[in-house]
């Protein structure tokens, strides 16, 4: 375990053993199963096992000797996770990344051929003309962020989105063509992640990565851009791409541990 071992509770830490030895694919389990996957002795794991079972966190499996957690396990993440939706729970992942990573960080969701910024985390820009509030738009088909939630829709919703949208260069570098804007989507869906450099905004490089659902449909989208004089494209890439990606899975694992409940009110435009 990370940290002074004299700082830690170890009995606190063998109440999580035991929790995390079920699963899935292992719902119930015996003492002795339990201590294995917990790498506890017998004796400590029963009275654990005990003191769970009366203060209702797991029960005894019926005319056998195996244990199962109970819904009472759920109120350990849930109600953290439940209390605000995915722009609050964001926002202190953005502020974590800024300015230290990079010069703003955002989080959007798609509303028909447009992002919608319902989070975003600033330093300076240096870039006064550049409308980034909450609650402003860009069009998907210039920015990484909507690239990265595009490309995990299916093909053809790809192609109607795209085609709705009035297709503009904002700078020499946008890609306005239909199909070389797939073959880019093709290229963020397989990398898992979308790069842009100065084609929504000159001067800007970002990154960026889908948030999803349990069934990996896009809810929502969360970028890291910086001002392209502080750095080059590639090392920029190479250090916030790692941290965009995790930020991401956070909040994909954040909306399928709370069963889409953080999910749902920045969906219903919650962004004020």
């Known amino acids: 375990?990370?940290?002074?071992?004299?700082?830690?509770?170890?009995?606190?830490?063998?109440?999580?053993?035991?929790?995390?030895?079920?699963?899935?694919?292992?719902?119930?389990?015996?003492?002795?199963?339990?201590?294995?996957?917990?790498?506890?002795?017998?004796?400590?794991?029963?009275?654990?096992?005990?003191?769970?079972?009366?203060?209702?966190?797991?029960?005894?499996?019926?005319?056998?000797?195996?244990?199962?957690?109970?819904?009472?396990?759920?109120?350990?993440?849930?109600?953290?996770?439940a209390r605000g939706d995915l722009k609050t729970h964001a926002r202190p992942l953005l502020q974590a990344l800024v300015p230290e990573i990079a010069d703003a960080g955002s989080l959007g969701m798609l509303e028909g051929p447009d992002v919608v910024y319902v989070e975003r985390v600033q330093a300076e820009l240096g870039m006064p003309n550049l409308d980034r509030r909450i609650g402003s738009r860009t069009k998907a088909y210039a920015a990484a962020l909507g690239h990265a939630i595009l490309a995990y829709l299916p093909r053809e919703q790809q192609r109607a989105i795209l085609e709705s949208s009035e297709r503009v260069k904002l700078s020499e570098k946008t890609i306005v063509e239909l199909d070389a804007l797939l073959e880019r989507l093709a290229l963020a869906r397989e990398r898992g992640y979308a790069i842009a450099d100065g084609e929504n905004a000159y001067g800007l490089r970002t990154v960026a990565a889908p948030v999803l659902d349990p069934a990996g449909d896009p809810v929502a989208g969360v970028s890291l851009t910086i001002r392209a004089e502080r750095m080059e494209l590639e090392p920029f890439a190479t250090i916030a791409v790692p941290e965009v990606v995790r930020l991401a899975q956070e909040l994909s694992q954040a909306v399928h541990l709370s069963f889409g409940a953080v999910a749902q009110p920045s969906r219903q435009r919650n962004i004020a």
């Open 1 to 81: 375990m990370p940290g002074d071992p004299k700082n830690q509770v170890q009995s606190a830490a063998k109440v999580f053993a035991v929790l995390r030895a079920f699963d899935a694919e292992t719902p119930e389990l015996t003492i002795s199963e339990v201590a294995g996957r917990a790498g506890l002795d017998r004796g400590t794991t029963f009275r654990l096992i005990n003191t769970l079972k009366t203060l209702g966190y797991l029960a005894a499996v019926p005319r056998s000797r195996r244990f199962r957690l109970t819904l009472k396990c759920l109120e350990l993440g849930y109600t953290a996770l």
